[in-house]
T-cell receptor
Framework: NAGVTQTPKFRVLKTGQSMTLLCAQD?????MYWYRQDPGMGLRLIHY???????AKGEVPDGYNVSRLKKQNFLLGLESAAPSQTSVYFC????????????FGPGTRLTVL | GESVGLHLPTLSVQEGDNSIINCAYS??????FIWYKQESGKGPQFIID?????DKRQGQRVTVLLNKTVKHLSLQIAATQPGDSAVYFC????????????FGKGTRLHILP
């Protein structure tokens, strides 16, 4: 099993550009999550999904959209990137609810100029 | 651990000694706690968890202690090894509420040779 994978690993955007981060898991997990990690801030939940076709807002959802069209994939979109979205983004999945172990991907480092 | 500005608190420990990493959690209603380890360039990895009806739980070389009176959590690592070098996060959530995990800001563990 590959576990949780993220694409791309690095990306540089200009302000106003859009992009989509892809997360894939091969563990048949129901729950998936997108977090951002900033220096001194810990991990903050952006959006999450409790199953295929569902999405919900986390702690810091503004400026992001997500989709879960297939159970194994969770996409994070930035429609108009801003420098404040410069961060490291982590995807995670868990079998059922948040109290199940969350497995994290390797992260995507995004820089918005 | 609590962060100081943009810098993570750092704990330096001699190889072979025991490490104790502390965390003050925020919500007295939280009833489930998790410790994660994050190595450089990687996503967080589950270490151990504890529910609020316990005050101690042991794993392999790790022990988590929970003091609900003062909202304090600690992670003890026995016989610290070079591979233990990482940032350690505590996380909390309320199992029967909105399922959103709240991560602490992390403590960097540095192993001295």
């Amino acid at each position: 099993n590959a576990g949780v994978t993220q694409t791309p690993k690095f990306r540089v955007l200009k302000t106003g550009q859009s992009m989509t981060l892809l997360c894939a898991q091969d563990m048949n997990h129901e729950y998936m999550y997108w977090y951002r990690q900033d220096p001194g801030m810990g991990l903050r939940l952006i959006h999450y999904s409790v199953g295929e076709g569902t999405t919900a807002k986390g702690e810091v959802p503004d400026g992001y959209n997500v989709s879960r069209l297939k159970k194994q994939n969770f996409l994070l979109g930035l429609e108009s990137a801003a420098p404040s979205q410069t961060s490291v983004y982590f995807c995670a999945s868990s079998r059922w609810r948040s109290t199940d172990t969350q497995y994290f991907g390797p992260g995507t480092r995004l820089t918005v100029l | 651990g609590e962060s100081v500005g943009l810098h993570l608190p750092t704990l330096s420990v001699q190889e072979g000694d025991n490490s104790i990493i502390n965390c003050a959690y925020s919500n007295s209603a939280s009833d489930y706690f998790i410790w994660y380890k994050q190595e450089s360039g990687k996503g967080p990895q589950f270490i151990i968890d504890i529910r609020s009806n316990m005050d101690k739980r042991q794993g392999q070389r790790v022990t988590v202690l929970l003091n609900k009176t003062v909202k304090h959590l600690s992670l003890q690592i026995a016989a610290t090894q070079p591979g233990d070098s990482a940032v350690y996060f505590c996380a909390e959530l309320r199992m029967n509420r909105d399922d959103k995990i709240i991560f602490g800001k992390g403590t960097r563990l540095h192993i001295l040779p």
